[in-house]
């Protein structure tokens, strides 16, 4: 019962933050636009401008290069700027960029590359976007709210994605997709302007003399190498993302054109997925509280490599309703373990990790888990144009299955909590 008073404590204190309850809704509703012009990417890229697999391949890895290219540098620069007014800056760099793809459409000039570069910008600012906010939680509430805070945004994005998809879906039979990037640009705008509302006590870092970028970038990479559990955690989500990219980005094709379902289809299956992301995200707690923290992220990446299985089946199934709850399901549950693991280890590396590093451990991180990305993305454009989409399907779930062998060989099954002392 004490235990249940101190979260409530915690979570009613949450709410009366007006800075977090700021952060909270300009996050919500820029999720929810996010939601609706990834759902019109494909939509756009595969209905109108006829893209292919390797079409498909370099716009995804378009998206994504940017974690590769600028993510480590981006670490040791936002380790120095504000957070709060990266944040804005990326925000209104992706809205001027989203903002370009209904304007080219409505002068008939819109195509292919022009996505590509559109993709390309947006994936930069995203970088610097999510450097800051994964490194500005432990600084706008209290290193014991950090969990509950992240709870609270994921279960919020899960919202947006499980309503998202599905409106834009029933959208798409209204208005074209260029439109929905509009929704998008707005999106961000709103985010900007929620952030401007939130304060924090957040001074600009001291500049440290006789230090380098490429010594500020080492000394955040160091610390993600040598840490026992968190470099266990990157090998399995890197692997993870490679595989799983690998075959999400043949997912437009198999259900606009190889089972014909449509916008409306991709909407459905997306937003049931989200509704396991969210159930996860509100799982996670009392899941922790039933098997102890480490265990849940060996399992938490079985259930969702296990799930994909589904896919290739649905394939099999051939068009009609049956591959549509195939699809569905397997999207459920997906989401459900994915999310279960992911609310656990980024609640770790925050708490774990000294405040002066934030920025650079999560930087060195995404440079290398969304790095590969792109790397997926193309490899499964390639193999779907040689191998064909099943095949291609089979060796992105075998990937992701071997992607639990370093958390599940690690300690975390032994691991009733998880860390929660910074580590200098």
Request: some cysteine.
């Amino acid at each position: 019962m004490a235990s249940r008073t101190s979260g409530d404590l915690a979570s009613n204190a949450l709410v009366r933050s007006r800075s977090f309850l700021a952060f909270w809704t300009g996050q919500g509703i820029s999720q929810l636009g996010v939601q609706l012009g990834q759902l019109a990417l494909p939509v756009l890229a595969v209905s109108l401008l006829g893209a292919g697999e390797m079409d498909l391949g370099v716009l995804n890895a378009a998206a994504m290069a940017a974690f590769l290219v600028v993510g480590l540098p981006a670490g040791a620069w936002v380790d120095r700027w504000l957070k709060r007014r990266t944040m804005i800056r990326a925000d209104l760099v992706r809205m001027a960029a989203m903002l370009a793809v209904p304007v080219l459409w409505w002068a008939g000039a819109l195509q292919m590359w022009h996505l590509y570069v559109v993709a390309a910008v947006v994936g930069v600012a995203t970088v610097f976007f999510d450097v800051a906010y994964q490194s500005y939680i432990p600084l706008l509430v209290p290193r014991a709210q950090v969990s509950e805070a992240n709870g609270k945004l994921e279960a919020t994005a899960q919202v947006a994605r499980m309503g998202g998809p599905a409106l834009g879906g029933f959208l798409l039979t209204l208005v074209s997709a260029p439109v929905l990037f509009a929704a998008e640009a707005g999106g961000y705008l709103a985010s900007a302007l929620c952030l401007t509302r939130v304060h924090d006590t957040e001074e600009p870092a001291a500049p440290r003399e006789g230090s380098s970028l490429v010594a500020e970038i080492r000394e955040g990479a160091a610390f993600v190498a040598t840490h026992r559990l968190i470099r266990r955690i990157v090998a399995s989500t890197a692997t993870s993302n490679l595989f799983s990219s690998l075959a999400y980005v043949l997912m437009p094709l198999v259900i606009l054109r190889e089972l014909g379902l449509g916008p409306a289809g991709l909407g459905v299956m997306l937003s049931i997925g989200s509704v396991g992301g969210l159930l996860g995200a509100l799982a996670t707690p009392r899941l922790a509280a039933l098997t102890g923290e480490g265990p849940l992220l060996p399992l938490g990446l079985m259930v969702g490599g296990c799930a994909v299985v589904l896919f290739p089946l649905a394939l099999a199934a051939g068009p009609g309703p049956l591959a549509l709850v195939l699809l569905s399901v397997g999207e459920f549950a997906m989401s459900f373990g994915v999310i279960v693991y992911n609310v656990m280890q980024v609640s770790m590396r925050q708490r774990v990790c000294p405040p002066r590093l934030l920025g650079r451990m999560n930087a060195s991180i995404r440079c290398v888990v969304w790095g590969v990305m792109p790397i997926g993305s193309l490899l499964g454009g390639w193999l779907g144009e040689r191998w064909g989409l099943v095949p291609t399907l089979w060796v992105g779930i075998a990937g992701q299955l071997l992607a639990v062998l370093p958390v599940a060989l690690g300690p975390f099954f032994r691991l009733r909590t998880l860390p929660d002392a910074v580590e200098e």
